[in-house]
C-alpha cells in the first residue's frame, strides 16, 4: 500500500478514490447496513440519552440539556474524542449528567471503530501514519480503545470511558466498504472477505449507520451543535 494511499491531509483524492471504488464495486452512494452491520447496534442507555433499535433511528432521542455532535473525519492523533471528554468537563460534578455527545467515525477517523485485531492484521497504525504512544512505533491496535493508563493526553477520552459516560457512537457505513477494500491486500485477503472481517471487527457499541454525512446531519435534526473533528 502506497504511502499517499491514505494521506490525511489532501481529502479531494480520498474523494475521488471514493468515487472511483464506489464505481468497482458496484455500490451506490446510499450502501445499504448488512444484516451483520445491523446486529452490531448495541444500546448504550443513559440517564441523559438514549440509543435507538435500528440504525436507521439513529442517534435515537437525546434527553441531555447539552448535545453536541462531534464530526470526527480524521483521528487527528484523537482529539475528536478529547473534545468529546472537554465538553463534558464543566458537569462533571452533575448527577445525572446533563451532557451527550455524539461522535460520528467518517472518511479517515473510520479506524477508530475497530478492534486491535483489525489494527494488527491490515497494518492500519502504519498505513496512516499512526503512532501508539505506549511502543512509540506505527499502532499495531486501536491506541484510543481500552488505552493503558496514562498513555493519552487524559485517560477519560478512551472510547470505553467515554461509552461508559453515555457517548453515542456512530460509524460511517460507506467508509466500512471503502476502507475496507481499499486495505484488503494489506490483510492479504480479498475485498468481501475485509468487508465480513471489518464489520465483525466493530467495537461493541458503536453503530454502523448509513453514512458519516447522514451521521452529521441526523444528529444535529436531534438538537446537537457541532464541532469539527480536526
Not at 502506497?2 to 483524492?13: A, I, Q, V
Not at 444500546?43 to 455532535?69: F, I, R
Not at 486491535?116 to 486501536?142: C, H, L
Request: net charge neutral; charged share 15%.
Amino acid at each position: 500500500m502506497s504511502d499517499d494511499m491514505l494521506s490525511t491531509s489532501p481529502r479531494r483524492g480520498f474523494l475521488g478514490r471514493l468515487a472511483a471504488g464506489t464505481a468497482a464495486l458496484g455500490l451506490t452512494a446510499f450502501l445499504p447496513i448488512t444484516a451483520c452491520a445491523a446486529e452490531k447496534t448495541v444500546a448504550t442507555a443513559s440517564d441523559s440519552s438514549s440509543t435507538p433499535a435500528e440504525p436507521s433511528e439513529w442517534p435515537g432521542v437525546l434527553k441531555a440539556k447539552h448535545k453536541m455532535a462531534i464530526d470526527a473525519f480524521a483521528v487527528n492523533s484523537g482529539f475528536p474524542l478529547a473534545f468529546a471528554y472537554t465538553f463534558g468537563v464543566p458537569y462533571a460534578s452533575v448527577t445525572p449528567s446533563p451532557v451527550t455527545a455524539v461522535i460520528i467515525l467518517r472518511h479517515e477517523g473510520f479506524p477508530l471503530a475497530l478492534t486491535d485485531a483489525i489494527w494488527a492484521k491490515y497494518k492500519i497504525g502504519s498505513a496512516m501514519k499512526i503512532i501508539d504512544p505506549v511502543t512509540k512505533k506505527p499502532a499495531e491496535r486501536n491506541p484510543f480503545y481500552n488505552a493503558k493508563p496514562g498513555s493519552l493526553l487524559v485517560d477519560d477520552m478512551a472510547i470505553d470511558k467515554l461509552m461508559a459516560k453515555g457517548a453515542i457512537f456512530g460509524a460511517c457505513n460507506v467508509a466500512l466498504h471503502m476502507l475496507s477494500a481499499m486495505f484488503a491486500a494489506a490483510g492479504g485477503v480479498t475485498a468481501d472477505v475485509a468487508l465480513k472481517e471489518w464489520t465483525a471487527g466493530i467495537i461493541p457499541g458503536i453503530t454502523i449507520i448509513p453514512s458519516g454525512t447522514w451521521g452529521v446531519n441526523r444528529a444535529q435534526e436531534a438538537g446537537c451543535t457541532y464541532c469539527a473533528g480536526a
